[in-house]
């Protein structure tokens, strides 16, 4: 048993009575018996887990584990083999020079890491004299008497077992790294273990193999082809004409002086000039190429000579291009070590560190950080370290490795590589191809051009479309105007399988919502996967993973209309896996129904779990009616005791939860057959029932007050694409009304929004107000902006951001600064309660402790919370706390 599921089995009145009495000495004191007891099972558990390692510990260390891990035996023992057994050593740098005569080994034990980071990634050698951070290497140092240090340096990876190599440079700041590496793969392997690579045998040409030549293309797969590479090639070329001109107009948008000189008409400023022409002149420019240095000194662009006037035409400029030499990537930083100069660039001037990039045979610098002349053989050196200029036993730089490549070598990354000269070659047929069609296609006066145009819809912004009309309504004299039918959602909440979907799928048949067809198609579909029982369900679980998990994993909403009402159906999902979208569907209801599964041990085993959660989280969400749905009675014969039991035991359960007896309504029904839902039952077992049915009850709930006058509030259920808007967003408006064309601001992203269209209760409308489900068409907002849970308001009145927060909670556990996780509507967000200022009066409010250390269930305390990252947050909002799979406390933030 872990330490958590023995506090929550704590008589909390006992440990709160010893809390209250705590003081810092008694803390100090002998453990409690119960503590006592599992503390002794977990040091023999541990112990036998170590087994002849367990002498290495001390009982004091096992206890002090266990504590921390709270009796968690496996973790304890992890943590004792990590600090005590076999301890990892950590890379420690001597700090000064070994006495003459001592040694210093350092160990690095070698990770599943290191032998990756030998490949070729960057190892970090920590340098003093040596320090190899990670890389799978002993190193000891020795200081013979009278002796220059050495080096012994023992690597050991894993499947290439050990090697050690005595280091004694005869200048102490050079290593032989290849004499390090010689067997590893990636260089001289024997040759018995070289792989000989066969090439792999062609694929056979031809739909059922054929010759072997290459797949024949059917005639419309040809000429597809031929339109593809058509159309490429077009696009290339304007892209491509495109690019040169926005180049050519950016190079256009500068100074018109230079030096005092009259600036060519191209309005090429000697500024732009300057910064890329290596030419001592200053006069050549490389209009595209990104190496100046590549650009052909006999053909450069003159942009001291006249230009066409006007502007500078691409076709102009795309000759240009076309008269460049193939330029050759730019080498990468590998590519640059391999083969280049030593720079700058490849020298860390960190104290003590070196960065050891790729392996091979090098060159190295001498001790005052100059490459030697002449690398001294194939096998060269590298240098991990600089002497600093006093001479000291301190080491200022460290250096890359060079290698000491064959001439060769170097001559082949000095060309440019194939790659290189077929782009350069792509690159120039398109753009003879893109002049031919730029001159084919002389530009009318006076219309337009396809670049302008082009241009033009390249630069249109979301923010460029035009406004959305607003009528500028007064809505709440459109509201009393149009005297809409009220409207009122309801979560239905309860056990897991205590039947709600089924309920709710035989209410919309049974109102003609949904049609017999519908149903019996759902109940042929269920049948043939084995689930023949849930097809009234189905009506509202319609992901493939609901059907075939039979269970409820989402809200799924449904609406329907009676003569006074339109109703909005939030069905939750009962398991507790799920909760999370319980507590969305809740924070939007107006009131609940809760279904309870009154077969045989059903309703018992509800209570314990979902039956009595859902119904403290609907109180804590500001849910103050419930129906309580008493279903499947056909399974207990229409048991009027059965009945009569469960709602005994559910009035007292509710009543204490908060819920006023008025407020509570009972309802004896069968959902899969019907029974007392929309029609009273024609069982005459059930004939002792002649309350009203379900959806009578409904009826008579009275939807919560609405918030007309306040500002806009309204939480996102659901964001997703129509082909009214990308930004397509569900929800219900909590407070204050919108319309058409009003400006929104989404938070916590922070961007505004328009509202294009309104749908309300299914149809289009100029408006809505507070207590609708709508659907709004957002305009002038990116799709990444939007959340499921985002709060969107009225940008003038906006709902703020907040990491941290006051909940004025109800316990349903021990509360105690700990991890929570923060849920509000649809909104989850990792926290912790950072303190407890206060015990609070349930009633009152008033403040009976303060500082308490810890809250019991059932108190109500004024907790902070700190969460990991702002959501939009305000006062009043309901909120829900949990921890560790479970409801930990539930309110309402101050
Ligand atoms: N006999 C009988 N079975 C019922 C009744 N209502 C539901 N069931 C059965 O109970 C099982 C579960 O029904 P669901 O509607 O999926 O239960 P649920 O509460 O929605 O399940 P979750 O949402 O997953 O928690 C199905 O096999 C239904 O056929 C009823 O009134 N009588």
């Excluded at 579909?525 to 097809?535: I, L, Q, V």
């Excluded at 909005?568 to 609940?592: C, K, R, V, W």
Aim: aromatic share 6%.
């Amino acid at each position: 048993m872990s330490r958590h599921q023995y506090i929550r089995k704590l008589d909390y009145e006992d440990a709160l009575d010893e809390y209250e009495g705590y003081s810092e000495n008694e803390e100090e004191d002998e453990l409690s018996p119960e503590d006592r007891a599992l503390m002794s099972q977990g040091t023999a558990e541990v112990q036998a887990a170590l087994g002849v390692e367990a002498s290495k510990v001390t009982v004091a260390q096992i206890e002090e584990a266990l504590w921390h891990y709270y009796y968690d035996v496996d973790k304890s023992v992890a943590y004792l083999i990590s600090k005590y057994v076999n301890p990892r050593p950590k890379a420690t740098k001597p700090a000064t020079r070994p006495p003459n005569g001592k040694s210093v080994t350092h160990t690095f034990e070698p990770t599943a890491a290191t032998f990756s980071l030998e490949l070729g990634k960057p190892v970090h050698w920590a340098a003093k004299y040596v320090d190899l951070t990670d890389a799978g290497l002993q190193a000891t140092q020795t200081c013979p008497e009278s002796s220059t240090p050495s080096f012994q340096m023992t690597r050991s990876l894993p499947h290439f077992g050990t090697t050690s190599h005595v280091l004694q440079p005869a200048s102490e700041t050079r290593v032989p790294l290849s004499s390090l590496f010689w067997d590893m793969p990636w260089g001289n392997v024997p040759k018995e273990r070289q792989t000989i690579l066969v090439p792999p045998l062609a694929p056979r040409g031809g739909l059922l193999g054929g010759s072997g030549g290459p797949p024949k293309m059917s005639k419309l797969q040809a000429l597809a082809a031929a339109r593809k590479k058509k159309a490429e090639e077009k696009k290339a070329v304007n892209d491509k004409v495109e690019g040169a001109r926005a180049k050519m107009e950016d190079l256009a948008v500068e100074d018109t002086q230079c030096g005092g000189k009259s600036v060519p008409s191209n309005g090429l400023s000697n500024k732009r000039l300057k910064t890329s022409d290596p030419s001592p002149e200053g006069q050549s420019v490389p209009v595209f190429g990104p190496k100046p240095t590549r650009l052909k000194a006999s053909q450069p662009l003159d942009v001291g000579a006249a230009a066409p006037s006007g502007q500078l035409q691409a076709v102009t400029a795309q000759a240009a291009e076309s008269e460049q030499p193939v330029s050759m990537a730019e080498p990468s930083t590998f590519a640059q070590l391999l083969c280049g100069e030593p720079s700058a660039a490849h020298r860390r001037r960190t104290p003590e560190k070196a960065v050891f990039v790729g392996f091979g045979c090098g060159y190295g610098v001498d001790n005052k950080g100059e490459p030697p002349k002449k690398p001294s053989t194939s096998v060269d050196w590298f240098d991990i370290r600089k002497r600093k200029a006093d001479d000291s036993d301190d080491f200022e730089e460290v250096v890359v490795l060079y290698p000491n490549l064959p001439q060769s070598v170097k001559d082949v990354f000095a060309q440019p590589s194939p790659d290189d000269i077929v782009l350069a070659a792509q690159a120039k047929a398109k753009t003879k191809a893109g002049a031919k069609t730029a001159e084919a296609q002389p530009k009318k006066k006076g219309t337009p051009s396809t670049d302008a145009v082009t241009a033009g819809v390249d630069g249109l912004k979301i923010s460029d479309a035009p406004l959305p009309k607003s009528k500028n309504l007064n809505v709440l004299s459109e509201l009393e105007k149009s005297k809409p039918k009220r409207s009122a959602s309801f979560v239905v909440v309860g056990h897991v399988d205590a039947g709600k979907s089924t309920m709710m799928g035989r209410l919309l048949l049974d109102l003609k919502v949904v049609d017999q067809r519908t149903v019996d198609k759902l109940q042929k579909e269920a049948k043939t996967e084995g689930k023949g029982s849930f097809h009234l369900a189905w009506v509202l679980d319609q992901r493939p993973e609901e059907r075939s998990r039979g269970i409820t994993m989402d809200i799924a909403t449904r609406r329907f209309e009676t003569e006074r009402t339109a109703f909005t159906i939030l069905d939750a999902p009962g398991h507790a896996e799920y909760i999370y979208n319980m507590i969305a569907g809740a924070s939007q209801a107006d009131f609940a129904v809760l279904v309870i599964d009154a077969s045989t041990d059903a309703f018992e085993s509800g209570l314990k779990g979902q039956t009595r959660e859902h119904s403290l989280l609907i109180r804590s969400m500001g849910v103050s009616r419930v129906v309580v749905a008493i279903n499947k009675l056909d399974t207990v014969a229409w048991s009027q005791e059965r009945f009569n039991e469960i709602k005994d035991q559910m009035s007292g359960f509710l009543s204490t939860a908060n819920f006023q007896p008025k407020n509570i309504a009972f309802v004896p029904v069968s959902g899969l057959y019907g029974d007392n839902l929309v029609h009273r039952s024609s069982n005459p077992a059930a004939s002792w029932y002649t309350g009203p049915t379900l959806i009578e009850e409904l009826e008579n709930s009275e939807p919560s007050t609405r918030a007309l006058e306040k500002p806009l509030r309204m939480t996102v259920f659901e964001v997703y694409r129509t082909m009214q808007s990308p930004v397509t967003v569900s929800g219900r408006i909590e407070a204050g009304s919108l319309q058409m064309g009003d400006a929104l601001l989404v938070q916590p992203s922070g961007q505004r929004a328009y509202v294009k269209s309104i749908l309300s209760n299914d149809a289009p409308a100029d408006w809505a107000v507070a207590g609708q489900n709508v659907v709004l068409h957002l305009s002038q907002i990116d799709p990444i902006h939007v959340r499921d849970g985002d709060i969107i308001c009225d940008p003038a009145k906006p709902v703020l951001r907040a990491d941290t927060f006051t909940l004025k909670a109800l316990a349903f556990d021990i509360l105690m600064p700990m991890p929570v996780e923060v849920h509000r509507g649809r909104l989850n967000q990792a926290g912790r309660i950072a303190a407890i200022p206060a015990l609070l009066d349930k009633t009152s409010g008033t403040v009976v402790k303060k500082k308490p250390k810890i809250v019991k269930p059932g108190m109500v305390a004024r907790i902070v919370v700190k969460l990991e990252s702002q959501i939009p947050l305000e006062a009043g909002q309901r909120v829900v706390l949990r921890s560790g799979g479970q409801t930990v406390a539930a309110g309402l933030l101050e």
